[in-house]
């Protein structure tokens, strides 16, 4: 993980010193409203920097119904090419990477944005985006209590079952998400949910939220008047505007404006922008990034090549 948020450092420097080519990803909707694909594409090119080159294609899915069948709700595929000939250089699970370069993001906003002596962590969700955003706050705060919640109670177990000997803090299920956050420093998020997951009025005066699951217009994990009073920094303005549901509702229902967006995450890393200092509420609404893919991916391709993983096939 620790790694995963220095690659994510480097892509949101990348990104906000123009050094990339990264058209708004596609979204396909399933008829019946059974899940979504999206196809994200990158070519990030960093000479003046540590990023060097990389070029990628993703489609990932995400089937919330796939829970009633007991598989992964995010799927999908990472198509790593060589930037000089553009012969694919790798395949690797989407699902995968896309949940650690996920939790990396929040862990490189928690980092910057969160109380220095944050103890405890709050989660809201038990998937795989879950579990990849406990370890990175962990990576970067002391945390020392995780308290997890999950309209599905018996994910929520399997999922504190899993990571209790990954991490040296307390982790325990809770049975709701007000319980969940009462004086927590750090709330993470990520659930599909189309209605907010827990009150404004439940926040302590002094907390970082990351929320990462709503991809959608529709989609809002975050009550209204907590947008409109929080410090916001998302990971692209653009994507933001099209795709982050619970800022698009804020601005519609007139508790903040695009304008007051404090900040996007890369600006932040250069620091080009000033983070909002003394308590109060900060968050930080992640859609997901292809550039954040296409460095991930080149971090996991050298990896594996060497320590000698993954199977060798031949390219004609």
Same mark, same amino acid.
């Given at each position: 993980? @620790?790694?995963?948020?220095?690659?994510?450092?480097?892509?949101?420097?990348?990104?906000?010193?123009? @050094?990339?080519?990264?058209?708004?990803?596609?979204?396909?909707?399933?008829?019946?409203?059974?899940?979504?694909?999206?196809?994200?594409?990158?070519?990030?090119? /960093?000479? %003046?920097?540590?990023?060097?080159?990389?070029?990628? *294609?993703?489609?990932?899915?995400?089937?919330?119904? #796939?829970?009633?069948?007991?598989?992964?709700?995010? #799927?999908?595929?990472?198509?790593?090419?060589?930037?000089?000939?553009?012969?694919?250089?790798?395949?690797?699970?989407?699902?995968?990477?896309?949940?650690?370069?996920?939790?990396?993001?929040?862990?490189?906003?928690?980092?910057?944005?969160?109380?220095?002596?944050?103890?405890?962590?709050?989660?809201?969700?038990?998937?795989?985006?879950?579990?990849?955003?406990?370890?990175?706050?962990?990576?970067?705060?002391?945390?020392?209590?995780?308290?997890?919640?999950?309209?599905?109670?018996?994910?929520?177990?399997?999922?504190?079952?899993?990571?209790?000997?990954?991490?040296?803090?307390?982790?325990?299920?809770?049975?709701?998400?007000?319980? @969940?956050?009462?004086?927590?420093? *750090?709330?993470?998020?990520?659930?599909?949910?189309?209605?907010?997951?827990?009150? /404004?009025?439940?926040?302590?005066? #002094?907390?970082?939220? #990351?929320?990462? %699951?709503?991809?959608?217009?529709?989609?809002?994990?975050?009550?209204?008047?907590?947008?409109?009073?929080?410090?916001?920094?998302? /990971?692209?303005?653009?994507? @933001?505007?099209?795709?982050?549901?619970?800022?698009?509702?804020?601005?519609?229902?007139?508790?903040?404006?695009? $304008?007051?967006?404090?900040?996007?995450?890369?600006?932040?890393?250069?620091?080009?922008?000033?983070?909002?200092?003394?308590?109060?509420?900060?968050?930080?609404?992640?859609? %997901?990034?292809?550039? $954040?893919?296409?460095?991930?991916?080149?971090?996991?391709?050298?990896?594996?090549?060497?320590?000698?993983?993954?199977?060798? *096939?031949?390219?004609?």
């Amino acid at each position: 993980m @620790a790694e995963a948020i220095t690659e994510m450092e480097r892509a949101f420097a990348v990104l906000a010193r123009g @050094a990339v080519e990264l058209p708004q990803r596609t979204q396909l909707q399933v008829a019946g409203e059974l899940g979504t694909s999206l196809i994200m594409s990158c070519y990030a090119a /960093d000479p %003046g920097g540590t990023a060097g080159e990389a070029l990628m *294609v993703k489609v990932a899915s995400v089937f919330p119904r #796939n829970l009633e069948r007991e598989i992964a709700t995010i #799927n999908g595929a990472v198509l790593v090419l060589d930037p000089e000939t553009g012969v694919p250089e790798a395949m690797m699970d989407g699902g995968s990477l896309t949940a650690i370069r996920t939790g990396a993001a929040s862990g490189l906003a928690t980092r910057l944005l969160a109380p220095k002596d944050a103890r405890v962590l709050a989660v809201v969700g038990a998937g795989g985006q879950a579990r990849s955003q406990v370890a990175a706050v962990c990576a970067v705060r002391p945390i020392n209590e995780v308290r997890v919640y999950s309209r599905t109670l018996e994910r929520a177990h399997e999922m504190v079952e899993e990571l209790a000997g990954e991490s040296s803090a307390s982790l325990r299920v809770v049975g709701s998400a007000s319980e @969940a956050i009462a004086d927590a420093d *750090v709330i993470c998020t990520a659930t599909t949910s189309a209605q907010p997951v827990f009150k /404004d009025g439940d926040l302590k005066a #002094n907390v970082h939220l #990351n929320a990462v %699951g709503s991809y959608r217009p529709d989609l809002a994990e975050i009550p209204v008047e907590t947008c409109g009073r929080a410090f916001v920094v998302v /990971d692209s303005l653009e994507a @933001a505007r099209e795709e982050a549901g619970e800022l698009i509702q804020a601005v519609a229902a007139g508790a903040m404006t695009w $304008q007051g967006v404090g900040a996007e995450l890369g600006d932040l890393v250069l620091g080009r922008a000033e983070i909002s200092q003394g308590p109060g509420v900060t968050l930080f609404k992640s859609v %997901g990034l292809a550039v $954040q893919d296409a460095l991930a991916a080149k971090a996991a391709l050298a990896n594996a090549r060497a320590r000698g993983l993954g199977q060798q *096939v031949r390219w004609e």
